[in-house]
């Protein structure tokens, strides 16, 4: 069994930053495939960024494209989101989510998903 866990929510004014991370636990036969999801009451997921465990190549939503950086750690199948100059409409549950194909898909096609972790941005 597969487990995701995410850390490092919490409240921030606009303008400032946080770090989210992703640690996945249990068996794994290859590194995870893994990005990072959003999600606000009454809508559905939105992708946010992802990377590749084959060429830790990269993919981003336009509207964090230049403020987010997801990384991959060195220790396997664990990641970080930084997220700088945040706004107001950053305001979300963020998931992270992990996947055993070595592409970043955009959709919500994730063998794995964590709780969630709540971010509120305040203006």
């Known amino acids: 069994q597969v487990q995701l866990g995410e850390s490092g929510g919490g409240l921030v004014q606009a303008g400032g930053s946080l770090r989210l991370s992703c640690a996945a636990s249990g068996h794994l036969d290859k590194p995870l495939t893994m990005a990072w999801f959003r999600q606000v009451p009454g809508k559905g997921r939105e992708f946010v960024a992802g990377?590749?465990?084959?060429?830790?190549?990269?993919a981003y939503d336009d509207s964090v494209k230049a403020r987010f950086l997801i990384r991959r750690d060195d220790t396997p199948n664990m990641m970080s989101l930084q997220m700088n100059s945040l706004k107001p409409e950053d305001t979300a549950v963020y998931f992270c989510a992990g996947r055993e194909g070595s592409a970043v898909d955009r959709a919500t096609r994730y063998d794995y998903w964590g709780q969630g972790t709540q971010i509120t941005v305040s203006s």
């Open positions: 990377i590749s465990w084959a060429n830790r190549r990269t």
